[in-house]
């Protein structure tokens, strides 16, 4: 009975979702309108279980991850009904009270800001949650009902270090000009990327020069903006390192115009995504780190599940990162 009541719930309470999520157009790039993106669309999986997937935002690499949790649940017999809040923080609570209040069995959340995960969890009430990707305090997360999956932020920018001290071992005076590209300045992703990049290459013997340093919120757009103003500064730099794939390409864009290249001086990206590892094909983007989406989404779903069925499921569900360069791409092109 309860199965076939949250079916009549979903079906009644989708015209709730599409026309109550509203709020600013989308800068995802996905096509998509402030209504189609904040829709909630139920699919994938022909069992009787429901997953809420509550998403902050969307860009090309989050949109990855909605297939991927898809694709997932799909396999363990379940469907989802997803939520965009479109960067509005109020939004996704709202949203994640919603599919509380549907009966979903559990819920998956990229949050878009962590300092909500609490006022999340509340607006969840007795609905297992996973959140993805983005880690909240450990301090919010609890056994039995509240779960992280995803990646370290703080390996992705060790291993663009290591790869920066392989790259310049033979440069013969230790300091290096960086120009630093940051996310949303607060995202764990923008401080542990950033700060484990500089460690990474001081620990390599390396005095680091910063000699650019700004936000540019994983945003194409900005960084190209960012790194046009910087280059008519006339000032040396040795390499650009970018918390993302997107401020890595905005930041080859802006080079181009200057007819510099990435030969000359090393462009760095995170994520490994599509555009990403075709502008590495390209002889273009020096190396990303993939973050594997379809192995985090894999690894949300089982945690849900196994808080579901009481069984035990780690606080914190780590997926490893990898490499990508002109040497491997292949292996990550699809």
Not at 12 to 40: F, K, P, Q, R, Y
């Amino acid at each position: 009975m309860r199965k076939l009541f949250v079916g009549l719930l979903v079906a009644m309470m989708c015209i709730v979702l599409v026309t109550g999520c509203g709020g600013a157009s989308s800068s995802s790039g996905d096509g998509s309108s402030a209504n189609d993106s904040s829709a909630s669309d139920s699919d994938s999986g022909s069992g009787e279980g429901t997953i809420g997937l509550s998403m902050g935002e969307r860009d090309e690499w989050l949109s990855t991850l909605e297939n991927g949790v898809k694709d997932a649940a799909k396999e363990a017999g379940y469907k989802v009904q997803v939520t965009d809040a479109q960067k509005d923080m109020q939004t996704q609570i709202d949203q994640v009270k919603t599919l509380a209040d549907l009966g979903v069995d559990f819920i998956i959340c990229l949050a878009q800001q962590l300092d909500t995960a609490e006022s999340i969890r509340t607006a969840a009430g007795d609905v297992p949650i996973v959140f993805v990707t983005r880690q909240p305090d450990e301090k919010f997360l609890e056994e039995g009902k509240a779960v992280f999956a995803g990646s370290n932020p703080v390996e992705a920018g060790t291993i663009q270090a290591e790869w920066d001290a392989a790259y310049f071992k033979d440069k013969s005076e230790k300091t290096l000009d960086v120009v630093m590209l940051e996310g949303n300045l607060g995202d764990p992703n923008q401080i542990y990327r950033t700060a484990s990049a500089y460690e990474g290459l001081e620990a390599a013997g390396f005095t680091v020069n910063k000699v650019f340093e700004d936000t540019a919120d994983f945003d194409r757009a900005k960084a190209l903006d960012k790194i046009q103003t910087f280059l008519g500064t006339g000032k040396h730099f040795d390499l650009i390192i970018s918390n993302n794939d997107e401020m890595a390409l905005g930041a080859i864009e802006a080079m181009k115009a200057l007819g510099l290249t990435t030969k000359e001086y090393p462009v760095l990206g995170i994520d490994g995504s599509a555009n990403a590892c075709a502008s590495i094909q390209a002889g273009e983007l020096s190396m990303s780190v993939f973050q594997n989406g379809p192995g985090q989404c894999a690894a949300a779903v089982d945690a849900g599940i196994a808080l579901v069925n009481g069984d035990t499921a780690d606080l914190i569900n780590l997926v490893p990162w990898e490499l990508v360069t002109p040497e491997n791409v292949e292996d990550f092109v699809k």
